[in-house]
């Protein structure tokens, strides 16, 4: 009796040593009772302390927080399934870019190289040549340099390079003689071309325009401000800037010193010179000069388009400039007008509204003009306008997404690309006379995958408010509703981003292996057009995340799945959506994944790129948007005592979007917060950015991290963590 007694007792102790405890706490020395008032109101914030990232203390935490995040997702059993397909992947090529005298340059890298190297050749057909190798750029260093962005002049004799390393994202410049493949000896420093409207050619290809950016430490109240676009000469000194665009020079535009200015022109045929104040928004200010004025000491710049106009872009034909806009359309109109003499309110409209579809892309060739409609931003097809009349296109094969190429109104050539949830990208030529498309596809074929088995189902669900949003879902033929389907949903929302269909095949992987993959599309971003955007921006931004939330309560209603399978993702400005979409209903998800995530609103116009942020979510000094940015505060609606699902925050200590203590102070607050014995790790990594230039190798083991964690919280029977890990 007693024997049987201690093998019942053994047998329980093995039991038990198998059961992890991710109960933790975080130390007090990075605690502190700071407070704030804000319009009558009483803010606390516990963690403010981690917003100092360079004390020695609050480093120390980060970096073990990094060290155990490692120490989980490097031991879930499974993830080597993922490493194993995804280094079975082929040659990847992109950014392709034809000049108009038919060079193609493009960035490829094969399966066994770390960076991509630029490229080109004649026309589709010819013969492939090396340009440029990153790798030998700063070889003495131990860094790692990345091409983020190039731009051939217009009589393709130069090429400009863009590099940044460590995914810092800013950049230096250097210039290529495209015959010789030699670098001229200037380097043009802080620069950001990859986001901030990249270079700009002129005419004669003497120089060209960029944005300089004066403040490029992070630690420095000045990061990010006062951004000047600068006009270079091919071989001048660049430290002696030739400021041509900034808030300093131009103080009649009126800019504020976190906005982005910029010139800019389509053709070394143009006769206009634009600039622009963008920033973090759908739609910036626009005004014009003529071309001729470019060396005047100071430029009248007229208005063009104002916010309101609603101009997301432009083509310019002669004097005459065709424009998409949401103005009195929220689904688009294309309109044009002579700038000679320019009616932006009462236009030309050459194609109106269609109110049940959106207008997504258009370009113009000697051939005409053409354009895409979308519905509900998963279904696009192919038109022409002809006089005043519009005729469909067909097509090789149902478009999810369609993109459009040209070379401009003097050229015939169209290149057309399309998208699909299980279609690989392809690129067609398009002839009109004959009306035929010929596939110029440089992309790899990935003649070893096969997803005729997949399912995609285009839905919508009612929201809180019986507005129907869009859901997609892609699964195999053979999954049935049984509710114990892992679901992995995603959902962005923001800045009239629309989520259109491509294949992802570390997704594939996801489902091959017997998951559920949700998009759900919901308000905030442009699916349905630019009210689509406004039903989820500032006061409206709750419909985002209660969007989400329907969009899972159907999938547990209809037994695809149910909570305890259910895995939240998103990046970004989408951490505003999954942090409130866990924090007002916790109890619908086993997990939730955000990648580099804004999740303390309040605080955004601390952040680096937070003055740009006011456009789209508010300000803490308006009283009204206060409470909007509180209700939309991840950070905020954290309560003590909950139970939380699961949680995998990324960040990266170079990130100049999204501090690493966003989701720092998410995570701490998070770890002392919740009673759900369930991981809370904060991934983070101190030679990354936001993973705009991270490597392929450093994108495909994220993913990996996402899926096997994912499919661990979720009972995946091949996914769990090893026994003997220290997870406390």
């Known amino acids: 009796m007693i024997k049987k007694l201690l093998g019942i007792i053994c047998i329980l102790l093995v039991g038990c040593s198998k059961e992890h405890s991710f109960q933790r706490t975080v130390p007090t020395d990075i605690q502190n009772n700071t ?30 927080e990094a060290q155990y995040a490692q120490n989980i997702l490097q ?3 499974g993830r080597e399934l993922f490493q194993t397909q995804t280094n079975d992947t082929n040659i990847s090529i992109s950014e392709l870019t034809y000049t108009n005298n038919d060079q193609l340059y493009y960035l490829k890298k094969t399966a ?38 190039f731009n051939p002049s217009w009589d393709n004799s130069k090429i400009v390079i863009s590099l940044s390393k460590d995914d810092e994202e800013i950049s230096e410049i250097i210039i290529l003689d495209t015959k010789t493949k030699k670098k001229y000896p200037q380097v043009i420093q802080n620069t950001w071309p990859a986001a901030l409207g990249g270079v700009r050619w002129l005419a004669d290809n003497s120089g060209f325009f960029y944005e300089h950016v004066p403040e490029i430490n992070s ?27 900034s808030k300093k020079n131009n103080p009649e535009i009126q800019m504020n010193s976190g906005d982005f200015p910029e010139i800019m022109f389509q053709s070394p045929t143009d006769n206009y010179l ?49 424009f998409l806009t949401a103005r009195n359309a929220s689904n688009f109109k294309i309109c044009k007008t002579s700038l000679k003499n320019p009616d932006v309110q009462n236009p030309t409209v050459l194609v109106a509204e269609d109110p049940k579809e959106t207008i997504s892309d258009f370009v113009i060739t000697k051939q005409g003009l053409f354009y895409v409609k979308t519905k509900n931003g998963i279904a696009s097809k192919l038109y022409k306008l002809e006089g005043t009349t519009s005729t469909e296109i067909s097509i090789p094969k149902p478009a999810g997404a369609i993109y459009l190429f040209s070379k401009g109104a003097d050229y015939d050539d169209l290149w057309v690309e399309i998208y699909g949830w299980t279609t690989h990208k392809v690129r067609y030529k398009y002839n009109s006379q004959q009306h035929t498309f010929t596939e110029e ?10 997803y005729d088995d997949i399912v995609v189902e285009e839905i919508e669900i009612p929201s809180h408010d ?25 959902g962005y929302g923001t800045y009239a981003f629309s989520l259109t269909p491509e294949v992802n095949p570390l997704m594939m992987q996801w489902i091959d292996k017997g998951g559920i993959y949700a998009v759900t599309h919901v308000r905030g971003g442009g699916e349905k057009g630019d009210t689509w955007h406004k039903a989820g921006f500032k006061k409206t931004k709750p419909n985002t995340w209660k969007d989400f939330i329907a969009c899972t ?17 998103s990046s970004s400005a989408g951490g505003i959506l999954i942090g409130r979409v866990i924090t007002e209903r916790p109890e619908l998800y086993a997990a939730a994944i955000i990648r580099v995530g804004t999740l303390n609103t309040l605080r955004s116009e601390n952040t680096p790129n937070g003055l740009n942020g006011i456009k789209e979510y508010g300000t803490v000094k308006d009283a009204k948007e206060f409470q909007y940015l509180l209700e939309m505060d991840a950070y905020q609606h954290i309560k003590k005592g909950a139970k939380y699902p699961a949680l995998l925050l990324t960040a990266g200590m170079n990130d100049t979007r999204v501090p690493a203590w966003q989701p720092g102070k998410f995570a701490a607050k998070m770890i002392e917060a919740t009673t759900a014995n369930k991981p809370i790790i904060l991934n983070v990594d101190f030679k990354s950015g936001h993973g705009f230039d991270a490597s392929d190798e450093k994108r495909s083991t994220e993913l990996q991290d996402i899926l096997s964690f994912a499919f661990w919280q979720t009972g995946h029977k091949n996914f769990t963590l090893k026994e003997n890990v220290f997870t406390n």
């Open 466 to 490: 019986g507005v129907l949003i869009p859901l997609s879902l892609i699964y195999h033929k053979n999954i049935q509703k049984n509710g114990n389907n892992p679901v992995l949903i995603y």
């Open 553 to 569: 309560e159907y999938l547990i209603a209809e037994k695809y799945t149910k909570p305890e399978k259910i895995a939240a993702w």
């Open 441 to 450: 596809n440089m992309y790899p074929k990935k003649s070893h995958t096969n």
């Open 112 to 149: 066994n190289e770390t960076t991509a190297k630029l490229y080109c050749r004649y026309k589709i057909q010819g013969k492939e040549i090396l340009i440029f190798n990153p790798e030998n750029y700063q070889s003495k260093t131990d860094k790692t340099y990345y091409i983020n962005y």
């Open 35 to 64: 407070s704030e008032i804000y319009h009558g109101k009483e803010i606390v914030d516990v963690f403010r302390p981690l917003e100092n990232m360079k004390d020695s203390t609050i480093l120390n935490w980060y970096k073990k």
């Open 219 to 245: 630690d420095s109240e000045d990061y990010l401000k006062n951004i000047e676009t600068v006009l270079y000469t091919i071989g001048n000194n660049p430290k002696k800037r030739n400021v041509y665009f």
């Open 75 to 77: 031991n879930i059993t």
């Open 274 to 322: 634009f600039s622009n104040v963008s920033g973090a928004s759908a739609y910036y200010k626009y005004y014009y000069t003529e071309y001729n004025n470019i060396y005047n000491k100071k430029i009248d710049w007229k208005p063009l388009f104002s916010q309101e106009d609603k101009v997301p872009f432009f083509y310019v034909v002669a004097d005459e400039i065709y």
